[in-house]
């Protein structure tokens, strides 16, 4: 049995992810500036976890652009999976600490020019409910059974099962939904009729009276037994070209593809100055190559590896504090110790239910600064109860955070998969399976960069090779990758494959591109010539502006992505390493 799993915008109301923000780049003033640079994909995300016991919990977030009153979101699910919510938090956490990242191991061969700077210089310069029952149940309300309905979090939802023997099921099921005040719009037949034929019950939900779309939240459904599968096809209804799909598999070994293909990029492709440039379009290339079905397996190992992760070790150890303490007569500052839990989903409604700001103070001025308009350690407030508002902290922000990271706990395998997709290829739901056999892969790569120097040159003009994990070397020069994806016409698969649930020899092979593309790297290594021999004398370079001081050590901040860090090494730098959050 397959435990279908659908995350998708209704009438384009859906943002197709939660955009990360990068953080100032950092200027190398030189190439020994040797940092992993990690990759953060804009994409929907989605956790699996099946579980010893064979159910499947699944957590799946949600964005959102629009008005709160017009917020619908609905999935074909399997059953009566138990609802609540989870944490955005969760999901920034986590990525960061699985994102693929590329790190560059910089040497230098031999010396370049470099400027006389006299003494010093060195070397290399460097929620109200809306109600149900009384709603028009529609023209044929026996058609539509409500196997279950509620509130969780910010939500109301209902879960409704069709009469498979209905005339229409698709447009019974939008109808009821819409005079049952879910502001879903209308589907077509060939979109929801296959899951809604299946037996799959329809699962909504809707903002709560009073809740903006600032209290979205990720969902958590915990189901029967089965196989983690995404029903992909109705996303192609309101998705966006070349959607990210960001998925964690927890299970009892390697998560992969059962009926998608596995997919090892060409690292050669990647521009590993500046991974987080292209790396999104390597994987869209790379799975177009595979007829728009295939996931990177990006990552994958102990779940061990993500200890406390999610919910850390200082968040339980300040919370356990502030549950131990008695805040008799200190109200204020309880509110502004709790304020480490303002960041996290569902703090800033927990805390304006139990305290009004006072007026003229919005809740975000209050929230950032609590202690400004609240004595910490004398004042009580009145009305305040503090055993009452640690419960619903704990219920409503701190459990949802736990309980994520338990998943992890539970579990002994965690699979990170990346793919991209356009509503076209979303015509097969990918199922993924777990395969014991395989090995794990990590999601650091490294590669040596290697600079040819002369002191016939200056450092940003030498030459300078590229040696990659998979054995290829690729040479270049300047500051700028070789490879544009728009006009070369290398193949962003290394191997294409189709792995099965058991066995370690990585499946069976559909397309080996690595003879064309050592190929493709003899030919083009061959434009790269090596450095010059020194032949005369030539002036001093004028100094660079910008360039790092004498003992300011070999990295320093810079406001200018391609500046006078690229261009001043000491001697120039010939690339910008650029950080993501």
């Known amino acids: 049995m397959r435990l279908r799993l659908l995350c998708f915008a209704l009438g384009g109301l859906l943002a197709s992810a939660l955009t990360l923000v990068p953080a100032p780049a950092a200027a190398c003033g030189g190439f020994f500036c040797d940092n992993g ?118 939500y109301d939802f209902v879960l409704i099962a069709i009469d498979p023997d209905a005339a229409d099921l698709v447009d019974l099921a939008i109808e009821w939904l819409q005079d049952n005040g879910y502001d879903v719009p209308d589907m077509g037949s060939d979109v929801l009729r296959p899951y809604l034929e299946a037996g799959q019950n329809l699962l909504a939900f809707r903002l709560t009276k009073g809740n903006d779309v600032g209290a979205i939240r990720p969902v958590r459904l915990s189901f029967g037994e089965g196989l983690p599968s995404i029903p992909i096809r109705p996303t192609a209804v309101a998705t966006v070209p070349d959607m990210g799909i960001l998925v964690w598999v927890l299970g009892p070994g390697r998560a992969v593809p059962a009926n998608y293909r596995s997919l090892e990029l060409n690292e050669a492709l990647i521009d590993w100055f500046q991974p987080g440039r292209n790396y999104d379009a390597v994987v869209t290339r790379a799975a177009n190559e595979a007829g728009g079905q ?19 070790v200082g968040d339980e150890r300040r919370w356990d504090g502030l549950q131990a303490e008695d805040w008799a007569g200190q109200h204020g500052r309880l509110i502004s110790q709790t304020s480490f839990l303002f960041v996290l989903d569902g703090a800033r409604e927990v805390v304006t239910e139990h305290i009004t700001p006072p007026e003229g103070v919005t809740v975000e001025e209050f929230l950032s600064c609590s202690w400004c308009f609240i004595e910490p350690t004398v ?17 409503q922000v701190v459990e949802p955070m736990v309980e994520t990271q338990a998943l992890f706990e539970r579990t002994a395998v965690q699979t990170r998969l990346y793919t991209t997709m356009s ?28 600079i040819e120097c002369s002191p016939a ?78 032949e005369e004398e030539e002036p001093d370079a004028p100094a660079v502006v910008g360039a790092p001081s004498a003992g300011s050590g070999f990295c ?6 391609l500046g006078a860090g690229l261009l001043a090494w000491g001697v120039g730098a010939l690339l910008l390493r650029r950080r993501r959050a």
Do not use: K
């Open 294 to 312: 295939g996931f990177v397996t990006e990552m994958s190992g102990s779940t061990a590896a993500l200890e406390a992760v999610i919910w850390r």
């Open 379 to 395: 004042t009580d407030v009145e009305g305040f109860d503090p055993d009452a508002y640690l419960a619903d902290l704990d219920e």
């Open 457 to 534: 040159i200056w450092p940003q003009d030498a030459p300078w090779r590229v040696e990659l994990e998979s054995g290829d070397v690729l040479r270049g020069r300047g500051n700028d990758w070789p490879f544009t994806l728009g006009v070369t016409d290398m193949p962003a698969n290394a191997v294409i494959r189709r792995v099965g649930p058991t066995g370690t020899g990585e499946g069976s092979v559909v397309e080996d591109n690595t003879g064309r593309i050592a190929s493709f790297l003899e030919t083009h290594n061959r434009t790269i010539p090596g450095p010059p021999p020194l």
């Open 37 to 154: 640079q990690p990759v953060n994909q804009q994409a929907e995300r989605i956790i699996f976890a099946q579980e010893p016991d064979g159910t499947v919990t699944a957590v799946i977030q949600i964005q959102y652009a629009g008005p709160s009153e017009r917020f619908a979101w609905m999935l074909p699910v399997s059953g009566r999976p138990e609802i609540a919510v989870s944490s955005n938090a969760a999901f920034t956490r986590l990525q960061g600490r699985t994102s693929p990242t590329y790190d560059l191991r910089t040497r230098v061969e031999g010396e370049c020019r470099r400027r006389n700077t006299g003494p010093g210089s060195g070397v290399l310069d460097a929620a109200v409910d809306m109600g149900m029952a009384e709603a028009d149940m529609g023209t044929d309300p026996g058609a539509v059974t409500v196997v279950d309905e509620g509130s969780v979090g910010p």
């Open 556 to 561: 320093s901040a810079s406001p200018s992505p």
């Open 423 to 450: 509503a076209d290829e979303m015509t097969m739901d990918p199922v993924f399976d777990f395969n014991a056999d395989l090995p794990a892969v990590p999601n650091q790569h490294t590669a040596n960069l290697i």
